[in-house]
Every structure is written in structure tokens, then in C-alpha cells.
């Protein structure tokens, strides 16, 4: 299995994005793990909500293959502890997915087709996180389930 995470944004550079490479190189360890990054909307203070998640929604179902199994970080999802996030991630492991595809939206969250070709929803927490923050947290948790998995010392 390959998991995939794609987010609106553009790799930022800073303190927040080595994080993120940091804990991405630690789960390629692991299994195979690809961040894609959506560049931000040209010219949006003439768009509504509604017609930027639209079109970032076009944008993030051309970078889903029809096979992969689409899981949406959204404050609606379902919550999950360490230890059941890690076993969410098995499994999918052992069920024959190809490409576990987590996505990130954007600001105004997901269009109605994107929702529509969800197979799932999570949530990170309750609290409202900026989006780099939301990466940096998602590539960590995700790590945590790796070394829950295979039971190594990292989480205590």
C-alpha cells in the first residue's frame, strides 16, 4: 500500500515545513508516502466560497486516481485516539487498498464533489488548526501509527 496526502497550499519553506519533511522522510521508512501540494487560486477576492471550493475540488480529484480509497481530514470526521488511528491505518493495509489518499482542503474546506468521492471522513481534533499546522500534525500522527504498529518506543 501507498498512502498519499494532498492539501491546498505550497510547501512553505519555514520552520513548520522542515517538521513536515522531517517526519515525512521518518514514514518512508515505513511505507511508500507522497505529499502533493494544489497551489492556492489565482485572483479569488472576485470568487464566492462556493466557487473556490468548486474549482480547488477539480483540482484535487484530478490528483486521485479512481483506485485510491479518498479519506478527508474534515471537523466533521470521525475522531480517533493514537493507537486507533494506528489501527484505522492497518486496517487498510491488510484490506488490498493500492493508494490510501488523505486530503486536506482548503480554506472554504470541500466542494460537494469532492465530499462525493470521499469513502471517509476524519477529524484531527476539535480545535480549528491553520493548514501547515494541520500537515505538520496529520505527518506525525501518522509516524506515531507506524511505530504503534510495529511497537516501537516513540509513543509511550
Same mark, same amino acid.
Request: aromatic share 12%.
Given at each position: 500500500?501507498?498512502?498519499?496526502?494532498?492539501?491546498?497550499?505550497?510547501?512553505?519553506?519555514?520552520?513548520?515545513?522542515?517538521?513536515?519533511?522531517?517526519?515525512?522522510?521518518?514514514?518512508?521508512?515505513?511505507?511508500?508516502?507522497?505529499?502533493?501540494?494544489?497551489?492556492?487560486?489565482?485572483?479569488?477576492?472576485?470568487?464566492?466560497?462556493? !466557487?473556490?471550493?468548486?474549482?480547488? +475540488?477539480?483540482?484535487? %480529484?484530478?490528483?486521485?486516481?479512481?483506485?485510491? =480509497?479518498?479519506?478527508?481530514? /474534515?471537523?466533521?470526521?470521525?475522531?480517533?485516539?493514537?493507537?486507533?488511528?494506528?489501527?484505522?491505518? !492497518?486496517?487498510?493495509?491488510?484490506? +488490498?487498498?493500492?493508494? %490510501?489518499?488523505?486530503?486536506?482542503?482548503?480554506? =472554504?474546506?470541500?466542494?460537494? /464533489?469532492?465530499?462525493?468521492?470521499?469513502?471517509?471522513?476524519?477529524?484531527?481534533?476539535?480545535?480549528?488548526?491553520?493548514?501547515?499546522?494541520?500537515?505538520?500534525?496529520?505527518?506525525?500522527?501518522?509516524?506515531?501509527?507506524?511505530?504503534?504498529?510495529?511497537?516501537?518506543?516513540?509513543?509511550?
Amino acid at each position: 500500500m501507498k498512502i498519499k496526502l494532498i492539501w491546498i497550499g505550497k510547501p512553505d519553506g519555514d520552520l513548520f515545513d522542515k517538521a513536515i519533511q522531517e517526519y515525512a522522510q521518518k514514514i518512508r521508512f515505513y511505507i511508500p508516502y507522497e505529499m502533493v501540494a494544489i497551489p492556492y487560486l489565482k485572483n479569488t477576492k472576485a470568487m464566492s466560497q462556493e !466557487e473556490q471550493r468548486k474549482r480547488e +475540488g477539480e483540482l484535487i %480529484l484530478k490528483k486521485l486516481d479512481a483506485s485510491d =480509497y479518498v479519506v478527508l481530514l /474534515d471537523e466533521r470526521g470521525k475522531e480517533f485516539t493514537s493507537q486507533g488511528f494506528a489501527r484505522y491505518i !492497518e486496517s487498510h493495509m491488510v484490506s +488490498g487498498v493500492k493508494t %490510501l489518499s488523505f486530503v486536506i482542503g482548503g480554506a =472554504y474546506g470541500f466542494s460537494g /464533489d469532492v465530499y462525493a468521492r470521499g469513502n471517509a471522513k476524519i477529524a484531527l481534533s476539535q480545535l480549528t488548526f491553520p493548514h501547515i499546522m494541520t500537515r505538520v500534525i496529520f505527518n506525525e500522527q501518522l509516524y506515531r501509527a507506524f511505530t504503534i504498529l510495529k511497537g516501537e518506543p516513540y509513543h509511550h
